[in-house]
Nanobody, 121 residues
Framework: QLQASGGGLVQAGGSLRLSCSAS????????AGWFRQAPGKEREFVAA????????YYADSVKGRFTISRDNAKNTVSLQMNSLKPEDTAVYYC????????????????WGQGTEVTVSS
């Protein structure tokens, strides 16, 4: 089970930190990712990190502004979001996968419930 938190309302240029807590599964052996879905749009990849934190990947739209990290001792994965833009407004989901296709949503099999991020201009 994955539980995402940390969303909220922030002004453009501001920051938020999303967290995802895992329970009931051996979190440490799975890659983890963040996806987002804006109203009327498809779910899109945001960032992902390998099971051991050894590599991370980002969508071009967030590269340089967002940072994904994980703490396997605490079974958590985080997304630090800086320099937020109105176009970052979406519901953000965390998920885990054993697949190497870590930017593909259909390769993830466990999903959190989502946390809403709203960036005002």
């Amino acid at each position: 089970q994955l539980q995402a938190s940390g969303g909220g309302l922030v002004q453009a240029g501001g920051s938020l930190r999303l967290s995802c807590s895992a329970s009931g599964r051996t979190f440490t052996i799975y890659h983890a990712g963040w996806f987002r879905q804006a109203p009327g749009k498809e779910r899109e990849f945001v960032a992902a990190i390998w099971w051991n934190g050894g590599n991370s990947y980002y969508a071009d739209s967030v590269k340089g502004r967002f940072t994904i990290s994980r703490d396997n001792a605490k079974n958590t994965v985080s997304l630090q979001m800086n320099s937020l833009k109105p176009e970052d407004t979406a519901v953000y989901y965390c998920a885990t996968t054993a697949s190497l296709y870590i930017s593909a949503a259909d390769h993830y099999d466990y999903w959190g419930q989502g946390t809403e991020v709203t960036v005002s201009s």
